[in-house]
């Protein structure tokens, strides 16, 4: 995807991530502006007003001033530049240097200055050098991120001394290891960054350096007296079979370095050529997130929770769908993780909540209360606290009308707090179900001390539970665990009525599932009530 983008294009861009996709930008005086392309949604680069140049006077009053300090300051890396209509934003970006690249002030200005020490920085740009000569010339070679897995316990233990001797023994050790055909050198405090050769591991460097890795680990470190067993993770990339430019290298390689840190001590990941696509775009998600809510753009949908024993509709779960401008309708799934990662999940819960209540106000109040889902985030003091103090405000739907549905996850994080938040929340006349029951960190000692009212069994243990015995015991336990609690219990996921009958056999209380209806918006959810009672 770099091909419409020349190597010294890409040498002084600017990124920036904007409604429209991430654009770069490049200024390549301290006089214009010049607008590139945008990496888009499909994930292509496209030239974009084929390099309109800017004059930076046109840019907008006050921005070519902003503009020009942040140039006379040498471009620190980011740089918030105010929504600006010759460029096409209408809301503030903000501009990011491309790591390694200079290109206002030119290298030899660079060069004139202070010599960072090695340990302190002045390995990375070697590193970059490097890198960016590779690339030039179309060398193959594997940019590698090492990190020691107990490092923060041993600098928080012995101190920082003692923590960078172990970095530079393991750096000495592989080096020792790569025979020499490596140049390494500390990246963050607690990462190594390599580069080496890729001729002798071609087809699985990730084993070849796991070995290598190995191998550097099996002796202990010795330091000030105290011997040190470690382990370690390593994040690789290989140019040009997984990317194509410096940048990417670097970004594909923490990918992967991150992705290793969540495996097995001593993992050695290889960054996929999908992923850097997949970090862009949830990333373009997570701005567009923050849209689509000023937008209006994510719509609750509701579906019936019938009860067992009579039929009737008894409850709604409210399942929150995205109207995205540019994909079209989008499911939980593909967002709330995203949401959840960037921190904004309890704007989207108040979001959602806010539509419900508007919802409502327009059609009137439901004959039953609506289960909403929390996330875990939610189920901390201080967005509680603000989820809480909304729904005192006018408007806002009356706590009695609503179950909040968490994980058994959620619950078990921390038990003590989450028990205290949940009393609130119920003494409020909120109900509280436990939700995916079965999946998460059960605890039983929590079923018996949370404030709770019911739990909703797992799809994965209906599906099949007229037909497989061991589910068909699972769930009768659950359900017999439930009453022995005074819990009542709801099964999701119900799609046939011989799996409908099996549960009302069992006892299961109430059932949710396209057996009854799929979620649906509020005004079809009160026709499909209104018409069920009409034929009733
Ligand atoms: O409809 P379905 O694809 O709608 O939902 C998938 C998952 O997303 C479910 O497990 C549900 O709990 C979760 N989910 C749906 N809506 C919301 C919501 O508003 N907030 C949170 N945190 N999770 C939701
Ligand atoms: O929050 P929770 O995991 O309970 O969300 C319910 C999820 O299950 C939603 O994604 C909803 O769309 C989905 N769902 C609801 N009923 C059925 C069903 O009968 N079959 C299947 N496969 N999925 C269902
Ligand atoms: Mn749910």
Not at 123 to 148: C, N, Q, W, Y
Not at 423 to 446: L, N, P, Q
Not at 483 to 503: H, I, K, Q, Y
Request: hydrophobic fraction near 40%.
């Amino acid at each position: 995807m770099d091909d419409c983008i020349t190597p010294a294009l890409r040498a002084l861009s600017i990124e920036a991530v904007t409604k429209r996709g991430i654009v770069l930008w490049s200024l390549p005086s301290s006089d214009a502006f010049v607008f590139h392309s945008v990496f888009t949604r499909d994930g292509q680069a496209r030239p974009l007003d084929a390099d309109r140049t800017i004059p930076l006077d046109e840019v907008g009053p006050g921005h070519e001033q902003a503009i020009r300090d942040w140039v006379a300051a040498g471009c620190h890396d980011t740089f918030a530049l105010p929504a600006c209509p010759a460029l096409g934003t209408t809301r503030p970006v903000y501009l990011r240097r491309l790591p390694g690249h200079w290109p206002i002030r030119g290298t030899a200005e660079l060069d004139a200055g202070p010599r960072l020490d090695f340990w302190e920085g002045g390995f990375r740009r070697l590193l970059i050098d490097r890198l960016t000569e590779a690339v030039r010339s179309g060398k193959p070679m594997t940019l590698g991120l090492v990190t020691i897995r107990s490092f923060a316990f041993v600098r928080d233990g012995a101190g920082h001394a003692v923590a960078q001797a172990v970095m530079s023994d393991l750096r000495e050790r592989l080096i020792v290891e790569f025979g020499g055909d490596i140049d390494i050198g500390p990246f963050h405090s607690d990462v190594l960054a390599f580069v080496t050769g890729a001729a002798d591991c071609e087809s699985h460097p990730e084993e070849t350096i796991r070995q290598h890795l190995a191998n550097a680990l099996g002796a202990p470190f010795e330091i000030d007296c105290m011997s040190y067993r470690l382990s370690a993770n390593a994040g690789i990339a290989q140019f040009p079979e997984d990317c194509a430019s410096v940048e990417d290298l670097l970004r594909a390689a923490e990918i992967a370095l991150d992705r290793a840190k969540h495996s097995v001590p001593d993992a050695v990941v290889r960054c996929r050529r999908t992923w850097l696509e997949e970090a862009k775009g949830s990333l373009l998600l997570a701005v567009d997130i923050y849209s689509g809510m000023a937008e209006n753009d994510f719509e609750p949908f509701i579906q019936p929770i019938v009860d067992l024993a009579t039929g009737e509709p008894v409850a709604g779960e409210v399942l929150i769908r995205w109207h995205h401008p540019v994909e079209g309708v989008l499911l939980p799934d593909r967002f709330i993780p995203i949401a959840e990662r960037h921190g904004l999940i309890t704007d989207l819960t108040l979001n959602l909540l806010r539509q419900l209540a508007r919802g409502i106000r327009e059609h009137g109040l439901p004959p039953h209360r609506l289960s909403v889902n929390l996330s875990a985030t939610d189920l901390t003091p201080g967005s509680m606290r603000r989820i809480l103090n909304d729904m005192d405000n006018e408007g806002a739907l009356p706590p009695e009308l609503l179950t909040f549905e968490i994980t058994e996850t959620a619950i078990a994080t921390e038990p003590e707090v989450a028990r205290t938040l949940l009393a609130e929340v119920r003494a409020r006349g909120t109900k509280i179900a436990i939700d995916d029951f079965g999946m998460g960190y059960s605890s039983f000692s929590s079923l018996a001390v949370m404030p709770l009212d019911y739990l909703k069994i797992d799809r994965c243990f209906v599906d099949g539970v007229d037909r497989y015995d061991e589910r068909r015991r699972l769930v009768s336990a659950i359900c017999a665990m439930s009453a022995a609690f005074g819990l009542t219990t709801v099964a999701e996921g119900v799609e046939t009525t011989a799996v409908a009958e099996t549960l009302r056999a069992i006892g299961t209380t109430g059932a949710q599932g396209y057996l009854y209806a799929k979620p649906m918006p509020i005004d079809r959810y009160y026709a499909w009530l209104n018409d069920r009672r009409r034929s009733a």
